[in-house]
């Protein structure tokens, strides 16, 4: 089992990533000395695989569960599926040190770790992601919310979980599309942050996607890695955590534009990545080669790089990016490659050059 400490202060926590980790779970959760009620927020899918397995482990460690399950998809992630969950809560009699578990992807993820942020004003947080996408990045950092019908996350808060479990096991029952969406964080990571990891991704393709357990242990272990030392310098994002965007602009403003149904995550991302990579060729004088480089990369792996858009659609996505999180004095702000594994955030970007980027994703 690999083990990473995410460093801040009273509130450092550990994520495990190893196999079997949800039928060990109630132990863990003893050691952290937390109240004996808890609640299990998971989804429909994620439910009929490890519910009654997390359940019966934290039964089993003494504890008082109950399981809570909402919708599957990233239509669950908002405001009145939060008010059917405090009502739950309420009903179970959940305390101050009683706790929630996260049991699934970045949708239960973040709407888990809301409830947990907001509920009698904070209660404590574990993470236990199952799918690829969670593990290296929803579930690690303290990023939680739901969205609104303007935009993605525009309702949330910083709130740190006290431990992550990331159990390669459940990969096994992870479908194809999921897999594949979640490698849009794993590949991000490379153009951000460490040009040999993406060498070594290009480089080891294969053994990913055949999803060899040595292999993807190391790969989920580096994005944690990287996403550690970025939160641990800046928690709240107020300088380099902004780089963790990178293709996120965009990407959230076509997940918007489609009802969050249409996209995953990670394939409007895939996109947006590209799109960023564009923008930074034209801004920074980022290689057409490495742009080339990085679309290969996303098309190897099985996931868009482009998306035909109407004249109508592409104003609704310009007028969805204006309302993302990174506007700052009404001014989109993107995070922008000089080079692959080096990146800048905070640049604007004129209309015209937007205008051009955004009708050219096809």
Same mark, same amino acid.
């Given at each position: 089992? #690999?083990?990473? /400490?995410?460093?801040?202060?009273?509130?450092?926590?550990?994520?495990?990533?190893? +196999?079997?980790?949800?039928?060990?779970?109630?132990?863990?959760?003893?050691?952290?000395?937390?109240? =004996?009620?808890?609640?299990?927020?998971?989804?429909?899918?994620?439910?009929?695989?490890?519910?009654?397995?997390?359940? /019966?482990?934290?039964? +089993?460690?003494?504890?008082?569960?109950?399981?809570?399950?909402?919708?599957?998809?990233?239509?669950?992630? &908002?405001?009145?599926?939060? /008010?059917?969950?405090?009502?739950?809560?309420?009903?179970?009699?959940?305390?101050?040190?009683?706790?929630?578990?996260?049991?699934?992807?970045?949708?239960?993820?973040?709407?888990?770790?809301?409830?947990?942020?907001?509920?009698?004003?904070?209660?404590?947080?574990? @993470?236990?992601?199952?799918?690829?996408?969670? %593990?290296?990045?929803?579930?690690?950092?303290?990023? $939680?919310?739901?969205?609104?019908?303007?935009?993605?996350?525009?309702?949330?808060?910083?709130? %740190?979980?006290?431990?992550?479990?990331?159990? @390669?096991?459940?990969?096994?029952?992870?479908?194809?599309?999921?897999?594949?969406?979640?490698?849009?964080?794993?590949?991000?990571?490379?153009?951000?942050?460490?040009?040999?990891?993406?060498?070594?991704?290009?480089? &080891?393709?294969?053994?990913?996607?055949?999803?060899?357990?040595?292999?993807?242990?190391?790969?989920?272990? #580096?994005?944690?890695?990287?996403?550690?030392?970025?939160?641990? %310098?800046?928690?709240?994002?107020?300088?380099? #955590?902004?780089?963790?965007?990178?293709?996120?602009?965009?990407?959230?403003?076509?997940?918007?534009?489609?009802?969050?149904? %249409?996209?995953?995550?990670?394939?409007?991302?895939?996109?947006?990545?590209?799109?960023?990579?564009?923008?930074?060729?034209?801004?920074?004088?980022?290689?057409? +080669?490495?742009?080339?480089?990085?679309?290969?990369?996303?098309?190897?792996?099985?996931?868009?790089?482009?998306?035909?858009?109407?004249?109508?659609?592409?104003?609704?996505?310009?007028?969805?990016?204006?309302? =993302?999180?990174?506007?700052?004095?009404?001014?989109?702000?993107?995070?922008?490659? #000089?080079?692959?594994? $080096?990146?800048?955030?905070?640049?604007? $970007?004129?209309?015209?050059?937007?205008?051009?980027?955004?009708?050219?994703?096809?």
């Amino acid at each position: 089992m #690999r083990t990473i /400490q995410v460093e801040l202060g009273t509130r450092t926590y550990r994520i495990a990533i190893g +196999s079997n980790l949800i039928k060990n779970l109630g132990v863990e959760c003893r050691a952290l000395a937390l109240g =004996d009620k808890c609640a299990i927020i998971t989804d429909s899918n994620v439910s009929s695989h490890y519910g009654e397995v997390a359940f /019966q482990s934290l039964k +089993s460690a003494g504890f008082d569960p109950v399981l809570v399950v909402i919708p599957a998809g990233e239509i669950s992630k &908002n405001l009145s599926e939060v /008010q059917s969950c405090y009502e739950v809560l309420a009903g179970h009699r959940v305390e101050r040190k009683s706790f929630i578990v996260a049991l699934g992807g970045g949708v239960v993820g973040d709407l888990a770790g809301f409830l947990a942020a907001t509920y009698l004003r904070g209660i404590p947080l574990v @993470q236990v992601p199952t799918t690829l996408l969670a %593990q290296v990045d929803s579930s690690v950092g303290g990023k $939680v919310g739901v969205n609104l019908k303007a935009g993605k996350n525009l309702v949330g808060a910083f709130y %740190q979980p006290r431990y992550v479990a990331c159990d @390669q096991s459940v990969f096994a029952t992870l479908p194809d599309r999921e897999f594949k969406a979640g490698l849009a964080e794993v590949i991000k990571y490379g153009i951000i942050y460490d040009q040999s990891f993406f060498a070594k991704i290009e480089q &080891n393709l294969k053994l990913l996607l055949d999803r060899d357990p040595v292999f993807l242990t190391e790969v989920v272990a #580096r994005c944690c890695e990287i996403k550690a030392e970025i939160v641990a %310098q800046d928690e709240t994002e107020t300088g380099l #955590r902004a780089i963790l965007n990178f293709g996120h602009t965009i990407g959230h403003g076509l997940e918007a534009i489609s009802g969050y149904g %249409q996209w995953l995550h990670g394939e409007a991302i895939s996109i947006g990545q590209i799109a960023a990579a564009r923008l930074s060729a034209r801004i920074l004088g980022f290689p057409e +080669s490495e742009v080339d480089r990085i679309r290969t990369l996303f098309a190897r792996v099985g996931l868009p790089t482009r998306i035909n858009l109407s004249e109508e659609q592409q104003k609704r996505l310009l007028e969805a990016m204006n309302v =993302d999180k990174k506007v700052v004095s009404g001014k989109i702000k993107f995070v922008l490659a #000089r080079s692959v594994g $080096v990146v800048e955030f905070g640049h604007s $970007v004129s209309e015209p050059l937007l205008n051009e980027i955004v009708g050219s994703l096809d």
